[in-house]
């Protein structure tokens, strides 16, 4: 009787646990179909807005000129011609299309370039984020910094403060920078031509990197015995970094992708061995540089002796960042703040100081009219030392004419990620497309420029000073310059430092220096162009970039000999 009891127990229990399971499992099932369902109806939610915004940016589109796209995936004809720059065909597109030409990359990607003078100046006011492309090659060099971020508001306090920086150090050492630049460049120079000519890119490079070097580490920069390692590796690292920045994906799968990671730690390593020997420098020296006591330069000089070497956030106790301190995000690098800086600084700087030399050596009648304008400001120094470079309009205008046939970059990139951007012609930009400015095309638009633009001739920058009667000073009888500088971003066609809120807050700061360490090279040296050299500085396509370093072998002679 029990064992029949017993039995009947387990068989109950049985067919109840046989029948919780088909419960459970039923729950399951259906709860997992809800999660299939619900995640179908929210991917194809995603879709259909992706698809219907899509269509929003076909539509918009349709009312802006340019050339048909060959395929669904984008481009035109015009990419398919051999030899065919993209620039060449932003040219030929606006001659047939316009002022403003849209072309299709891709079914998503639509790119508006505009040339118009005075819509440029309109649409860099409007689209003030940049595109994050510039932003992921500095963060896979450097690391994460919020100072490169594509969008505008993270970036407008520092760019504010970074301007305020450079112009202090201007006025505080405006008249040193350029002589130990200057004496320390001799030195290399005369170097090298033990072995023959120089390179005009290489010795640009020098002159770029020592200028960015003593602007952000002080003058032991000049001391240190790892500034020639230095350079070398940042310019490696400049070499690559386009082209690991132009994946979509970053290729984590390249071992070429690590090498130049380990490459980027050194240099971060480097920078810091560098900060501690030009701190140490300031130790020793540091009573020597207090001649003129005040609370503010006390306070900045025990900042920099006082800081530990050890710890990452002893950059931001260097002088130069010491304001930007309290607005550092905490997960950014502060070493790569610095970095960015040098490397974008030398890049551009180095552009334009090569582009200078080719023109120079190529129009000796300006390097000696300029090299006459130096010697007359030499006789008569004024007492601001660093102002003396605007005594000399003509090696300005020097400067200014070859940045705007030479621009270091060949486009201006704008993205507005929100809104529509209506021009007042009401042409309407659909939110996310690419905006462009052929910087190239409108710095030689002939409109703009006169019937020379494509043609070198620094005077298109420059007045003539006129006496009272009329007639135009005598620059032997009055002792300075017969010209003057006219203020070239008047013309809003003169964009190779940009404009707008995007605008370099170095030019100032660049320009000056680069006047006044050419000027004094071009005091002791004739640069002259070495017999065989290539002089031929045109533009080549190289990674993706318009590459446009014109490199001649030049010669600097010693004027004194």
Request: hydrophobic fraction near 40%; include cysteine; proline fraction near 4%.
């Amino acid at each position: 009787m029990e064992n029949q009891n017993t039995n009947s127990f387990s068989l109950l229990g049985l067919l109840h646990s046989l029948h919780s399971s088909e419960l459970l499992r039923d729950f399951a099932m259906r709860e997992l179909n809800a999660f299939l369902w619900l995640s179908l109806v929210v991917v194809t939610t995603l879709l259909l807005r992706r698809l219907f915004s899509l269509f929003g940016l076909w539509r918009k589109a349709r009312t802006i000129p340019g050339p048909p796209s060959s395929s669904f995936f984008g481009g035109c004809k015009l990419f398919s011609r051999p030899n065919f720059t993209f620039t060449d065909v932003l040219s030929e597109s606006h001659k047939k299309y316009g002022p403003i030409v849209k072309l299709w990359l891709g079914p998503t990607q639509l790119l508006v370039s505009v040339r118009d003078p005075v819509l440029i100046q309109e649409m860099l006011i409007k689209a003030e984020d940049k595109l994050p492309y510039t932003g992921k090659l500095f963060h896979l060099a450097f690391g994460q910094s919020s100072l490169f971020a594509p969008s505008f508001e993270k970036v407008q306090k520092r760019r504010e403060l970074l301007a305020t920086e450079l112009n202090e150090r201007l006025l505080k050492n405006g008249d040193m920078i350029p002589l130990k630049v200057a004496d320390f460049i001799t030195d290399k120079i005369e170097n090298i031509k033990k072995k023959g000519g120089i390179d005009s890119r290489l010795v640009s490079q020098h002159i770029a990197f020592t200028i960015m070097g003593v602007t952000f580490f002080g003058d032991g920069f000049l001391a240190s015995p790892k500034a020639a390692m230095y350079e070398e590796l940042f310019m490696t690292i400049a070499k690559d970094a386009c082209f690991w920045a132009s994946y979509n994906v970053t290729p984590f799968w390249r071992h070429g992708f690590w090498r130049y990671q380990c490459l980027c730690t050194k240099l971060k390593c480097l920078t810091q061995d560098i900060l501690q020997h030009c701190r140490k420098g300031c130790k020793l020296s540091g009573h020597t540089e207090q001649d003129v006591p005040n609370e503010s330069s006390n306070k900045e000089m025990k900042s920099v002796v006082g800081a530990q070497c050890s710890s990452d956030d002893e950059f931001q106790d260097y002088y130069f960042f010491r304001d930007l301190k309290d607005h550092q995000d905490g997960k950014e690098e502060p070493c790569g703040n610095v970095m960015r800086m040098i490397f974008h600084g030398c890049q551009t700087t180095s552009v334009l100081i090569t582009d200078i030399l080719t023109r120079l050596v190529m129009h000796m009648e300006i390097q000696d009219k300029v090299y006459s304008e130096i010697s007359m400001v030499g006789r008569n120094p004024s007492k601001f030392e660093h102002e003396d470079v605007y005594r000399m309009p003509l090696l300005l205008a020097t400067i200014y004419e070859s940045a705007r046939l030479l621009p270091t970059g060949s486009m201006l990139q704008r993205c507005s990620l929100k809104h529509d951007l209506t021009f007042a012609t009401g042409v309407t930009i659909p939110a996310g497309a690419v905006l462009v400015v052929p910087v190239e095309l409108v710095q030689k638009d002939d409109f703009s420029w006169g019937s020379d633009a494509s043609h070198f001739n620094p005077y298109r920058f420059l007045s003539t000073v006129t006496n009272r009667s009329g007639y135009a000073e005598d620059i032997s009888s009055t002792g300075f310059s017969s010209y003057v500088l006219n203020d070239p971003n008047e013309n809003a066609a003169f964009l190779p430092f940009g404009s707008g809120a995007r605008a370099c807050i170095g030019q100032k700061f660049i320009v000056q220096l680069v006047a006044s360490v050419l000027a004094s090279l071009l005091n002791k040296y004739e640069i002259r162009l070495s017999s065989g050299s290539d002089d031929d500085s045109d533009a080549t396509l190289k990674n993706n970039l318009l590459q446009r370093h014109p490199s001649s072998q030049i010669l600097f002679v010693r004027r004194d000999q």
